[in-house]
């Protein structure tokens, strides 16, 4: 069995793709494939995933006619062969060591889930921008334990920095039609773990430039909402699963708890037909997972209010 499985999802991105590519076939773990699920290009990417597939055994080429990143995901995980699968957005990079040492992480600490730190690599000569803990440990953790810091945001919370037991992936899943997958999804790969693992390194290189599978514009209706319905399944999760003190489900829930009252907000903005004002109705009542004594934003607060009167008088 291959050790890693790296699946690319790759969507008009014929600029980065090699360079993508050429960072995974570069790792110190040799025991890798690359497992690269085409999904409707219009740009020359087809021809660069056959031309790369023939040039090297260890990449795998796999088409779709059409879907978006959760179902190239998931055929990539169908198709992969790997004990343990990552991912990586194609027009992104990745350090030679971050599979050989995330995949050593694991089987010395028989961690199902491995997770590192990203850093924001930009085209136009702003110095990169670390987002976490830079000091190089490794902690072992629990689940509870993993989950707890993907809540508070103090981990990263994308699938990119991710090495997880194919099984556990191949049982969730991604879901497809949706924006922000990975908010609602990473969390649940470490709910089902039996030990993870956190490595303080950035060997993650996220591509700040426009265009891409996943580089998004304006935020709209609908990217608000998926935003919000990721953090409200997140609060329910907190208030759920039966991992949390009420203490501790007070203080896991602030950041998710904020976010999902301002994209309440943002979508009351930009409601533009009846079906959205619907479907913001539906959503409203996820201000119930909020916990009492949940640390927000003064601004935040007043949203909660304002939806507070609005739900009390469609009773």
């Known amino acids: 069995m291959v050790k890693v499985s790296i699946i690319v999802p790759v969507h008009n991105t014929e600029k980065y793709l090699r360079q993508c590519v050429g960072s995974l076939l570069s790792q110190t773990l040799d025991d890798i494939e690359v497992v690269l699920v085409e999904n409707g290009s219009e740009d020359g990417s087809p021809d660069i995933c056959r031309e790369l597939s023939s040039e090297d055994p260890r990449v795998r080429y796999v088409t779709l006619e059409k879907g978006d990143l ?17 991912f990586v957005d194609s027009d992104d990079l990745v350090s030679p060591e971050m599979y050989g040492r995330m995949y050593e992480a694991a089987v010395r600490n028989g961690a199902d889930a491995v997770n590192c730190n990203y850093v924001k690599i930009y085209n136009n000569g702003r110095p990169p921008k670390y987002q976490y803990c830079e000091d190089g440990t490794e902690r072992v953790m629990t689940p509870a334990g993993m989950i707890a810091l993907n809540m508070r945001e103090e981990i990263s919370q994308s699938a990119c920095t991710l090495l997880v037991r194919k099984s556990i992936v191949s049982e969730i899943g991604f879901c497809p039609g949706v924006r922000f997958e990975d908010r609602r999804t990473t969390f649940l790969f470490y709910a089902a773990s039996s030990s993870c693992v956190q490595i303080n390194r950035s060997m993650y290189y996220y591509h700040q430039y426009r265009g891409g599978i996943v580089k998004k514009g304006r935020r709209n209706f609908r990217t608000n909402y998926d935003c919000a319905d990721a953090d409200r399944i997140r609060l329910a999760f907190i208030r759920d699963s039966g991992l949390f003190t009420p ?4 203080n896991l829930s602030s950041k998710s708890a ?4 301002r994209k309440l907000n943002r979508m009351r903005r930009e409601i533009s037909c009846a079906e959205e004002r619907e479907m913001l109705r539906g959503i409203m009542p996820g201000i119930s997972l909020i916990p009492d004594g949940c640390r927000l934003s003064l601004k935040a607060k007043v949203i909660r209010h304002f ?3 609005i739900l009390a008088a469609d009773r």
């Open 70 to 86: 959760s179902t190239a995901r998931n055929e990539g995980v169908r198709a992969a062969a790997g004990e343990y699968v990552g």
């Open 247 to 250: 203490g501790e489900q007070v």
């Open 258 to 261: 904020e976010s999902f009252l």
């Open 307 to 309: 939806v507070r009167r």
